[in-house]
Each structure stands twice: as C-alpha cells, then as structure tokens.
C-alpha cells in the first residue's frame, strides 16, 4: 500500500483524530494526577514547618532568646535526617544560629511563605520553602524544609506521566494504522475486484473473511449482486449466441433459395415456389422473433401493471376448448380437472401462452393414443399442473430445458423453437409462480404453483 | 389491373382477393392512405397495396398525412403509430374530432398489451405489431374497409344456399340445419360478415376467440376444418377455401 494512500485514507484520518482527542485526555488527566500530588506533598511540607513553628514558638515562650536559639541549635544538628532549615538573625540580618549561612533575599507572601535557593553547607543549591518571622526584640527567625526531593518525586511523576502520554500517543498512532491498514485491506480488495470486474472478468468475487462484520456483510452483497449479475449476462449472451445460432440456420437456407431461384431463367411455377417456401422460412422467424419479444415483456415485469383477476379453472377449460379439437385429432386426449378454480392476478394473454405452450409440448413429446391432463387445485396456493405421458425429461437435464432455445438433443428433430418453456419460465416468475418439472411415472408433469 | 407475368406474380391471398370480391363490381376503386416514415416499408406497403387493385397515397410524415386524411375520404388508413410530426395517437385523436371516421389500422413496433390498448381507445380501429406478414396488413385493411358497407342490423347473413340467422341462431345450407357448435357458430359469423374475404388465423384467434397468444400449432385450422366438414361435407360448391400463406376465405366457389 503507497504511504500517500495510507495518509489520505479515511480510516487514519479517523485514526489521527481519535488519537488526539485520546492525547489531550490524557494530558488533562496527568496534569490533575501531578497537580493532586505535589499539592498533596507541598500541605504535608507546610504542615510540618507549621508543627515546627509552634514547638519553637512555645520553646521561646517558656526560655526566651536563650530557649529559642538552643532549640534551633538542637534542630539544625538533625536536619541531615529532618531535611529542615533554620535560621535566627539579628535585626541586620546577622547570622545567630541556624544551618543557613544567610538570611535569604526573597521576598515572602502574604503568610510569610518564601521559597528560595538554599545556601549552606551540603545543601547548596537546592531548593528551599520556608517561614520567616519577625520575634520581640527585633530578631526574625526563618523556619523551613529543604524541598528538592518533594521537587525530585514531582518531576519523577512529570517524567513518568511524560512517559505516559509519549506512550499512549506510540501506541494509539500504531494501533489507528494496523486498523486503518486492515480496513483499507478489506476496501483496497473490494476495488481490486471491481477493476477486474471492469475489465470484464466477471467471474471475480470479493473474498469474504467469514467474521459477519460489516465489511464481511458487504462483501456477501457484492457478490450476491455480482452471481446476479453473472447470470443475467450470462443469459443474455446465451440467447444472442442462440440467436446467433437458432437464426443462422433459417437466415441461411432463406438466403440460398432465392439465390438458387435467381441463378438461371425459370418457370413462373418455379419461383413461385421458392417465394412460397421463403414466406414460410420467413414467417417461422418471425414467430421466433416474437416468441423472443414475449420472453422479453414477460421477463421486464412491465404487464405487471395490467395485472386482473384470471380464473385459472375458466382458462384452462378455455384452452381445452382452443386445442382439444386438435389434440384429438393427434390421437390423445385432454382431460380437465378443475372445479370452481382460485383466481389470480395476472396477465391472462400471457397466462394462456403459457399454458398453450405446455399443452403444446406435451402434445409433441407425449406418445399418440395418451392423454394430456390438466388440472388446477387450490392446495394451499393456486396450482396449475399439465401432466402428460410422453418420455418426461430426465432429472440432469430439468434445469436445461427451462433455457432458451434449450432442446433436448432427442427431439431436435421436431418441429419448433425451443422457446416454449423459456417462456413458461418467463411467464411464471412474473406472476411469482414456481415452476416446477417433475415424473409423471411415465411422462413429464409440469407445475405452476403460484 | 395490370396483367400478371413473371415475377410480378401476385400470392394467392391476392388473387383470392381479387376474384372473389364481387361487391367491387359496383365498389370504385378502394383508396387507402398509408402514413409511415419509413420510406421502404411505406414502398412494400403501396406495392401490395396497389398490386391488389387499391388506390394507395402515401405521406411520410405526421402532419402531411393528418392533413391528407382531413382532406380525403379514404377507405382506410394505415399510420404508423410513430412518427415525426404529430404521432399516430394524435392523429386519430385529431381525426375523429373534426369526424372523420376513417377507419384506422394502426401500425406499430409497440406490441405491448397496453399498447394495443391505448392505440384502440385513441379510436384506431385495429392494431398490428412489427413485424407483421403483408398478407396479414392486407386482410386486415380490407375487412376495415368492408366493415364500412356490412349492414349491422342484419338478422339474416346469406352466402349462396348458406344461410345463418343470428337471432334464431340457427345455420342452414340448402335449407338443411347445421348444428354447430357455439363457437363455431362464431366463427361461421365472421366468416360470414367478412364473405369475400380472407381472413388470417391471427384475425380469427382475435376476433372470435378474442385472444392475443401465439398458438405456435395450427389449433385454428382444427376448428375451421371441423366447421368446414359441417358446411361443405358432400356439397358440390364448397364454400370454405383455405387461401395459402395467408389464411381462409369464405366466398362462392370459383
């Protein structure tokens, strides 16, 4: 993946500002962490200067001067361990007694706090907080502690807290891109495909990561879209392929007739037969060619909106009425079973084409001397069956022959264009029907469940 | 009409037409206007069209054939239902408001249902999706244009010793009763009121059975030929002629 990508990629961006908002919470909640605690420390130092103060106070009460000094004479000798500082001068600011050798140069607040840089001996440089006093007699007394390591702890929970956020920022930044980078993965593969897809490799799919996440969900919908899509082109260059192929023939054998006819001087009964047989090769593509048109109405949905109510028992006793005639006369015979029949609502032209087409079908397959029966049954949903006694189709090839222009290679032979059942099939899945072929024991039995 | 030779050589539907339209006799010439902006079909249209004895102008456009139609009293029109100018629909609609009744064939690669549907309310007479057989154009405009002189308060339709009458609904030949079944007693009567003529099975499935399917199988030929055996069956003069290529006819015997 190109950096430039990565950087401009909604999910960094994402990522970037998450991390931010993440930063400054961070700082917000270390700085109260670091406020809270030398806060914390700076009231015990004061709380113990004060302590100090009041015993030292009282030593002078009860001693006077003399008291005081011993006191801070005693106090100094601890403050290795104590870490305190005294100081006693005179009114100017000459040294008494103390472990400072100066009376520091600050000036105090209103409480009389100070804090200043320590200057005795081992001490020096350090930082220092104290009390200053100005006693009866002019003599002012400074009590404090030496505060560099409560400075020391403080800056040791700054540097930890630095540490922190440095860490925090390393980690969510690592993290926004590892998440940015598997997103985009999942993205980057998505268009990988439909480039492909573009370039007219249809058969590429989206690879899906099985988690049932979002992306996975996406992944699951692209490629149903694409199987659909498949299909359909896949559909569509079957037919223009079978047109291709179911046209050729006859385009051809019209064709060299009239040229044949044309080559050499005949007889007026000569070329009216061949005009004769190239209006009947003629008008067979035309029926093919409308055949296909009506496929292609059934299929666009578009008689939708014409929909009526069609009794289903009316039509069929209307296409017994229309074919029985016939199918007599090829030897069989058509046998209705269809009471008061469930209405529907549907296209009742394109109804009747269908069930045209299968009474059709059966009557070339089934054997002579059998009967074609239909019937219409409400069980729970309207169904309408034609069932015959011919050959029936063998279960591999039940799928096939719904195709267009799909003939088994048996009946090749009849006539036909092989768009009977495509058209069946087209007319059913408009009216939402389920189209279904199955064993008449012997003989095919053809069922539209709507 | 010009003599037959060669290649000009007439299908039988027009021949059929020809010879057995004795009403012409004292008919003039039929005039048929023919509106479609396609010059090649406007040309085959004419040339059939006049090859069968008709009176045929042709205008390539809307409005040249809107004004046409105003002007004339043709027979029949055939338009086209798209077309540059004002469309088919407006045509009809603009001639049947001034009154013009012309009957109107509508010619149209819309073969849709609703299509069909809209283009007969707009007040077209009958309605035929591209591509379509000439001979099945040529007995449509002419059963448009009989259509005109069939008196619809017949009781009685009469061919030679064929006799129908529609209110005992009974059918006798040489005064001998037919029984028929009632669709073709349907069928007898179309046939009847379109004597002389020939009639395509697609007119028939229509007109008589009043459906829009392609029946792929030749069921209509079943029925005309039980019809047949019930009317003609052991008589001299058969009346029910099967026209090639085209469809049948019911006309006295040649």
Redesign the interface.
């Known amino acids: 993946m190109h950096p430039t990508r990565l950087l401009r990629s909604t999910t960094f961006r994402l990522a970037l500002i998450y991390l931010g908002i993440f930063g400054v919470s961070v700082l917000v909640l270390l700085a109260f962490i670091d406020w809270s605690t030398s806060g914390f420390m700076r009231r015990q130092t004061d709380a113990v200067i004060e302590a100090e103060i009041r015993g030292l106070a009282e030593q002078f009460n009860q001693s006077g001067t003399r008291g005081l000094i011993a006191a801070v004479d005693r106090r100094s000798a601890e403050s290795r361990t104590t870490r305190g500082l005294y100081l006693l001068v005179r009114p100017d600011l000459t040294r008494i007694t103390g472990n400072l050798s100066r009376w520091p140069d600050a000036l105090p607040d209103a409480d009389g706090w100070i804090t200043f840089a320590v200057e005795f001996g081992e001490g020096e440089g350090d930082l220092g907080r104290a009390r200053i006093f100005r006693l009866t007699g002019g003599l002012r007394l400074l009590v404090g502690r030496d505060i560099r390591e409560r400075q020391e702890i403080g800056a040791l929970i700054r540097r930890s807290l630095g540490w922190g956020v440095g860490l925090a920022v390393l980690l969510s930044l690592g993290g926004g891109l590892l998440l940015s980078r598997s997103v985009l993965g999942q993205i980057e593969s998505i268009n990988e495909t439909s480039q492909r897809i573009v370039s007219g490799d249809l058969s590429r799919r989206v690879p899906e990561s099985g988690t049932g996440d979002e992306f996975d969900q996406l992944a699951r919908n692209l490629n149903h879209m694409l199987a659909q899509i498949e299909d359909l082109v896949a559909g569509m260059k079957q037919v223009t392929d079978n047109v291709a192929h179911d046209l050729r023939s006859p385009l051809t054998r019209l064709r060299s007739r009239l040229e044949v006819a044309l080559m050499q001087p005949r007889d007026?009964q000569a070329?009216?037969e061949a005009?004769?047989a190239s209006?009947?090769e003629?008008?067979q593509l035309?029926?093919t060619?409308?055949?296909l048109?009506?496929i292609g109405?059934a299929e666009s949905g578009?008689?939708r909106?014409?929909f009526a109510m069609v009794d289903l028992a009316d039509l069929t006793r209307?296409v017994e009425?229309?074919?029985g005639?016939?199918v007599e006369?090829q030897n069989m015979s058509l046998q209705i079973e269809a009471g008061e029949g469930p209405t529907i609502q549907g296209?009742r032209?394109?109804l009747?084409?269908a069930v045209?087409?299968l009474v059709?079908n059966a009557?070339k397959y089934a054997a002579a001397g059998k009967e074609i029966r239909l019937t219409v049954a409400d069980d729970p949903t309207p169904v309408l069956t034609v069932a015959d006694r011919g050959p029936g189709i063998p279960v591999p090839d039940r799928n096939g022959v719904l195709q267009r222009f799909h003939r088994l290679d048996a009946s090749r032979a009849l006539p036909?264009n092989g768009l009977?059942l495509s058209l069946v099939a087209a007319v059913a899945k408009l009216h939402g029907a389920e189209l279904l072929l199955g064993d008449n024991k012997p003989g095919l039995v053809v069922e539209l469940r709507f | 009409m010009t003599p037959i030779t060669?290649?000009t050589?007439v299908?039988d539907f027009l021949k059929a037409w020809r010879h057995t339209n004795g009403w012409s006799a004292n008919q003039t010439t039929m005039r048929i206007l023919v509106i479609e902006d396609d010059a090649e079909t406007a040309e085959y249209i004419r040339r059939g069209l006049t090859e069968s004895g008709c009176g045929v102008d042709v205008a390539n456009d809307g409005k040249s054939g809107l004004l046409m139609a105003a002007a004339e009293n043709y027979d029949v029109a055939v338009i086209d239902r798209m077309l540059p100018g004002p469309d088919g629909v407006a045509i009809v609609e603009s001639l049947r408001k001034i009154g013009k009744e012309t009957p109107i064939l509508f010619l149209s690669a819309m073969?849709?249902?609703?299509d069909r549907?809209s283009g007969l309310r707009a007040g077209a007479d009958d309605y035929l999706t591209k591509?379509?057989?000439f001979s099945e154009l040529h007995a449509r405009v002419e059963a448009l244009a009989r259509r005109r002189i069939a008196s619809p308060a017949e009781t009685v339709l009469r061919l030679e010793d064929l006799e129908m009458d529609l209110i005992a609904r009974a059918v006798r030949r040489g005064g001998e009763r037919i029984n028929l079944q009632p669709?073709e007693f349907a069928l007898l009567e179309y046939l009847l009121r379109h004597a002389g003529q020939v009639v395509t099975r697609t007119m028939l499935l229509e007109q008589v059975?009043g459906?829009?399917?392609?029946?792929?199988?030749?069921?209509i030929d079943?029925?005309v030929s039980?019809l047949r055996r019930k009317i003609d069956h052991g008589q001299n003069r058969p009346l029910l002629h099967t026209v090639?290529?085209a469809g049948y006819s019911l006309r006295a015997p040649d």
């Open positions: 007026t070329y009216r005009l004769e209006i009947a003629t008008d035309l029926r060619f409308n055949a048109l009506r109405y578009a008689p909106e014409g209307d009425e229309l074919y005639p016939l006369d296209d032209d394109l009747l084409q045209a087409n059709d009557m036909g009977g | 060669g290649l050589s299908p073969g849709r249902v609703e549907v591509p379509f057989a669709r059975w459906y829009h399917f392609d029946p792929h199988t030749n069921v079943v029925h039980r090639r290529g």
